[in-house]
């Protein structure tokens, strides 16, 4: 499995030669959004979606095989008991770079949310842990510091964001098949 640096690296290159300048980590995060909720858009539908957060008229053959890629890895990855589950966002840049990158997964997951449109009524914790990722959604590159605080921050802010993107997961997969939710 590729790591999620190069999976970031070969993203942005494919969107690029694609003609877009989107931004990876938002669409990893509406890919993972989509999942989350249980939905598996028909092809015409996914084609509309990714085409427009990237920009483009239409989706090339191969871009569309790279994201279809990615979305079977994820939708693996959210569901491996191991908690696998990585975000694909930058690591190489200062953290300005990266502290927007997190913002920019965030904002892709909510709006994948709403267009899987999960339907289902989700327990207050995973309510709270959707106005969070909301919250990360918004952030202010202008506010952030450098420093060995603010890494430790920002790592901390990435870990929620996975653990919750799990639960939420879990907890929708969970309700659509009848089963309780497992708590941990």
């Not at 491996?80 to 997951?109: P, Y």
């Amino acid at each position: 499995m590729t790591s999620e640096t190069n999976r970031f690296a070969l993203l942005a290159n494919a969107i690029l030669a694609a003609g877009s300048r989107a931004d990876p980590s938002e669409l990893h995060g509406f890919i993972c959004g989509v999942l989350a909720t249980g939905a598996i858009p028909d092809n015409d539908r996914w084609q509309r979606e990714l085409a427009e957060m990237l920009g483009l008229a239409a989706v090339s053959e191969g871009l569309n095989r790279d994201l279809l890629q990615l979305a079977a890895e994820s939708r693996k990855q959210l569901g491996d008991t191991a908690f696998s589950f990585r975000l694909v966002l930058c690591e190489d840049g200062d953290i300005v770079e990266r502290t927007l990158a997190l913002g920019h997964w965030c904002a892709g997951f909510l709006h994948g949310y709403g267009v899987g449109g999960a339907g289902v009524k989700i327990r207050p914790t995973s309510e709270e842990a959707l106005k969070d990722i909301g919250a990360i959604s918004q952030v202010d590159a202008d506010h952030a510091e450098e420093g060995e605080e603010a890494e430790q921050q920002l790592l901390e802010l990435q870990e929620y964001v996975r653990v919750a993107v799990l639960n939420i997961f879990t907890e929708l997969q969970a309700g659509q098949s009848g089963i309780g939710p497992t708590v941990h």
